[in-house]
């Protein structure tokens, strides 16, 4: 199998000042991401680091062609295996998303099962296959020992057990993409080690393509191949994860590596 790419170039994100900035001229417009290149290959990870702010996740939601209210895009264009494609098409096909609060991504009046035929639909897999493919993929997230997961309701789950339904609805769209930004930030500890392990076994054992916005250079050191480091809208400085920890070139790098390290007792 040969592998896949999904590239982003130039992407740009604006905003407007608020009305009390307003100037006669009118509303300014506010870059929040500066023409940010995201390169994606399937087998890989990717982590995108930041400080908080930096355009992290506006650069993932530019990606996906979900950009929040009161934001636009003002360039750039996404390339699958080299050929430009609306984000939008992408989504859920091409590219699937792990997010922040796995809860707000579920309906809470449908189950699991419900979730995963809507998905599997789109991938058009029904009937019986579809029973099997959501089997496997609830048995490959670590969901699969209890037959009565399927029929549970958003809120008869914990946090963890969503991400990983939410992981296995990726699996189930069957696109060799996934974005997932800050997957672990509001689960605990050993979740969040539980869910890391899985994304990066599930990008070695299917040959999926990450792309993980995280806080943690741990992460980062331990699952990503190569890294992206943003600053006030700008990927700053991008390369193997090995020579950016041993030679960061970008003064940010610098100060999250000397950050990370001062955390974790190592010396600078
Ligand atoms: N919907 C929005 N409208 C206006 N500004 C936004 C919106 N969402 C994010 N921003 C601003 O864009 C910048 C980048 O935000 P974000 O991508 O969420 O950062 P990160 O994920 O790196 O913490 C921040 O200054 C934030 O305040
Ligand atoms: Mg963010």
Redesign the pocket.
């Known amino acids: 199998m040969s592998a896949r790419t999904l590239r982003a170039e130039g992407l740009s994100v604006e905003?407007w000042c608020k009305p009390r900035h307003e100037t006669r001229a009118g509303r300014e417009p506010v870059p929040?991401v500066r023409a940010a290149g995201l390169d994606l290959v399937t087998g890989e990870v990717l982590a995108l680091v930041?400080a908080?702010?930096?355009?992290?996740?506006?650069?993932c939601a530019a990606l996906l062609g979900v950009l929040?209210?009161?934001?636009r895009s003002s360039g750039g264009r996404i390339l699958l295996d080299g050929i430009e494609a609306d984000p939008a098409a992408l989504r859920g096909r091409a590219v699937a998303t792990v997010l922040q609060a796995p809860r707000t991504a579920f309906n809470p009046l449908r189950t699991l099962a419900d979730h995963a035929a809507e998905t599997l639909a789109v991938a058009g897999i029904r009937g019986g296959a579809a029973g099997t493919a959501m089997r496997e993929a609830f048995a490959a997230v670590g969901l699969g020992d209890d037959p009565r997961v399927p029929g549970l309701h958003p809120f008869q789950l914990s946090g963890g057990m969503l991400q990983r339904a939410m992981i296995a609805l990726a699996l189930m769209s069957g696109a060799p993409f996934l974005v997932a930004d800050e997957p672990t930030t509001d689960l605990d500890l050993v979740a969040q080690k539980r869910i890391l392990d899985l994304l990066a076994g599930l990008v070695r054992a299917r040959g999926l393509g990450l792309l993980i916005?995280t806080h943690d250079l741990g992460v980062v050191a331990r699952l990503a191949d190569r890294m992206a480091v943003?600053e006030a809208g700008r990927i700053v400085e991008a390369g193997p994860v090995a020579r950016v920890f041993a030679a960061p070139a970008a003064p940010s790098t610098r100060a999250l590596l000397a950050a990370h390290r001062a955390l974790h007792g190592e010396p600078a």
Not at 52 to 59: D, I, P, T
Not at 68 to 71: F, L, M, N, S, Y
């Open positions: 905003t929040l930041g908080s702010g930096s355009g992290k996740s506006l650069a929040p209210p009161g934001t916005v943003m």
